[in-house]
């Protein structure tokens, strides 16, 4: 099976930077789109960052100009670098990828989520 594990959530001041990482492992034969998500207490799931296999990226709103994501294909990894946070960025944040995996002579593919990592942006 696939796992992604993310890192480097925590507790921040407003205006400040943190970096998400999130790395996949497993059966993997390719991961085609990654992304960010987050879920604030009450409040659904929304997409913040996504980016392709070959690079090319979209962001929220709400994340131009301050979020930057990327990725690197080689350690089947996806980041997110969070400048200039503000309070209502505080969620849990979510990696997603969409994994093509080989298991008993075949292919397959589906979409996997990270467990979450807690950003709180305070003072």
């Known amino acids: 099976q696939v796992q992604l594990v993310e890192s480097g959530g925590g507790l921040v001041q407003p205006g400040g930077s943190l970096r998400l990482a999130c790395a996949a492992s497993?059966?993997?034969?390719?991961?085609?789109?990654m992304g960010w998500y987050r879920q604030a207490p009450g409040k659904a799931r929304e997409l913040v960052a996504g980016?392709?296999?070959?690079?090319?990226?979209n962001y929220a709103d709400s994340a131009k100009g301050r979020f930057t994501i990327s990725r690197d294909n080689a350690k089947n990894a996806v980041y997110l670098q969070m400048n200039s946070l503000k309070p209502e960025d505080t969620a849990v944040y979510f990696c997603?990828?969409?994994?093509?995996?080989?298991?008993?002579?075949?292919?397959?593919?589906?979409?996997?989520w990270g467990q979450g990592t807690q950003v709180t942006v305070s003072s």
């Open positions: 497993g059966s993997i034969a390719r991961i085609n789109a």
């Open positions: 997603n990828a969409d994994v093509t995996y080989y298991r008993g002579g075949y292919y397959y593919a589906d979409d996997y």
């Open positions: 980016i392709a296999r070959g690079g090319s990226t």
